[in-house]
């Protein structure tokens, strides 16, 4: 991390957060596992179904849910969380109009459109290469 700092580099945490464990316990290892710096960007909250979990809880209760975790991580970290949106789970779930944060949404190459907000973030494609580093990179657009 000091290297990282030293660079100039942004830096900050993504949680992926897991509809089949309670929030409370997700909160826990976020805030033991990741530490409140200064400097460090708001924390992401990604929002997508698993493989390893075929659960698909009722609207109401993924909402209860999510609202528990980031009142906790928030708490913690001091910022609001930004939700990294799948196009799946948001079409299932319609969390951005419901949940008030910046949204980061995906679509490779083209501009997403499938949230009730616009994105401050955007992966444009999650298999890019970059000269110097070894194997894919998500590019991530930013919009100011």
């Known amino acids: 991390l000091e290297a990282v700092r030293e660079a100039g580099i942004r830096y900050g945490a993504l949680h992926r957060f897991d509809i089949c464990r309670l929030a409370t316990d997700q909160a826990t290892l976020f805030i ?27 609207r109401a209760l993924i ?3 999510l609202s528990t975790f980031l009142s906790q991580i928030e708490a913690h970290s001091g910022q609001p969380a930004i939700l990294l949106l799948s196009p799946d789970f948001e079409a299932a779930y ?8 910046n949204v980061w949404l995906e679509r490779t ?3 997403p459109d ?23 990179v998500r590019w991530v657009v930013v919009r100011k």
């Open 32 to 58: 033991t596992t990741v530490p409140r710096l200064n400097g460090a960007l708001p924390p992401a909250v990604e929002l997508d179904f698993s493989g390893s979990c075929t659960k698909r809880p009722d």
């Open 63 to 65: 909402l209860s849910e």
């Open 94 to 101: 319609k969390i951005s109009s419901e949940v008030d944060r």
């Open 109 to 111: 190459w083209m501009l």
């Open 114 to 136: 499938y949230a009730a907000r616009p994105w401050v973030m955007w992966t444009a494609n999650r298999s890019r290469r970059v000269s110097g580093i070894d194997g894919r």
